[in-house]
């Protein structure tokens, strides 16, 4: 019998919204005398009467008996039962590492962390399951040393979406199914940038977001290259931009390969006569957008 529950388990993992896989986990957990399953046979119903109010109401009334063992947790719940995000915005990293623990939370996709400054916090995303297709992840300036993630995305082979910002580090990620990632980091010296964006190893990266405070010296941006993110596409750069790092980018051999580049700068004066001359650099992008005040 354990064999076939985590058998059901590994089927509902790889498609948590599959009714089928799960009417066979609710069978087993039901056969167990585990209450998570009655939960999930309930849902099931549900989905075959959506408009029984009967139904409905029972169903809500067991996710929000759930929901308040965990305040501070914004929780999502799929169609069939399952948890399928949770958003957490307070402090205790326990108390995320023992919903991480609930049976109902090992097909989660989606995870969204907004106060993570306490090493408990980062303990706790050593737990995450590796159904986890989204991570938002924040941390203030409270922390005194970047929290590094690069073994935690590691652990998570179906992460498409990241999102990093505060005092996260990116040195050294490197991860095979990566589509999107969002890094905001204002609070990080321009040289610590641009040595973590050169260790970057994501071979499906498709769309970047990169919010930084570069200095006239240095801009983090040029250590990227087509090499390391070969099918980047999207390029979107918020913060401050100098007149030599436009005319970098307008020379740069990563920007050939992309179809979209927007620069959500502060513009300055130089900025329009540099466009001007480098114009035939950005034409074969399908979307451009300059920095606001430059038309």
């Known amino acids: 019998m354990p064999d076939a529950l985590e058998l059901a388990w590994a089927q509902v993992c790889e498609a948590p919204e599959d009714v089928k896989c799960v009417d066979v986990l609710a069978d087993q957990l039901l056969e167990l005398g585990d209450p998570l399953?009655?939960?999930?046979?309930?849902?099931?119903?549900?989905?075959?009467?959506?408009?029984?109010?009967?139904?409905?109401?029972?169903?809500?009334?067991r996710q929000q008996a759930f929901e308040t063992r965990y305040p501070g947790h914004a929780?999502?719940?799929?169609?069939?039962?399952?948890?399928?995000?949770?958003?957490?915005?307070?402090?205790?990293?326990?108390?995320?590492?023992?919903?991480?623990?609930?049976?109902?939370?090992?097909?989660?996709?989606?995870?969204?962390?907004?106060?993570?400054?306490?090493?408990?916090?980062?303990?706790?995303?050593?737990?995450?399951?590796?159904?986890?297709?989204?991570?938002?992840?924040?941390?203030?300036?409270?922390?005194?040393?970047?929290?590094p993630l690069a073994a935690v995305v590691a652990r998570l082979p179906r992460l498409t979406t990241l999102s990093a910002q505060g005092q996260l580090s990116l040195a050294g990620l490197a991860h095979p199914t990566l589509e999107s990632l969002t890094w905001s980091a204002f609070a990080r010296p321009g040289d610590e940038i641009a040595a973590e964006l050169s260790t970057l190893r994501l071979p499906r990266l498709r769309g970047l977001v990169l919010g930084l405070r570069a200095s006239p010296a240095r801009w983090p941006i040029d250590v990227l290259s087509g090499h390391t993110l070969p099918s980047l596409r999207a390029l979107a750069l918020a913060g401050s931009?100098?007149?030599?790092?436009?005319?970098?980018?307008?020379?740069?051999?990563?920007?050939?390969?992309?179809?979209?580049?927007?620069?959500g700068v502060e513009p300055l004066p130089a900025f329009a006569q540099i466009l001007a001359e480098t114009a035939d650099r950005f034409d074969h992008l399908r979307r451009f957008t300059p920095p606001r005040a430059v038309t």
């Open 37 to 61: 399953g009655e939960h999930l046979r309930l849902a099931l119903e549900l989905t075959r009467k959506p408009g029984d109010v009967a139904l409905t109401l029972e169903v809500l009334r």
């Open 75 to 147: 929780l999502s719940w799929a169609a069939t039962g399952l948890l399928a995000g949770v958003r957490y915005t307070r402090r205790a990293g326990g108390a995320l590492a023992e919903l991480l623990d609930e049976p109902a939370a090992r097909a989660l996709r989606a995870v969204r962390w907004w106060s993570l400054d306490e090493e408990p916090a980062l303990d706790a995303l050593a737990r995450l399951p590796v159904t986890v297709r989204e991570l938002e992840l924040v941390a203030s300036g409270e922390r005194t040393t970047p929290a």
């Open 241 to 263: 931009l100098w007149p030599q790092h436009l005319e970098d980018l307008a020379a740069c051999g990563l920007v050939r390969q992309l179809e979209e580049l927007h620069l």
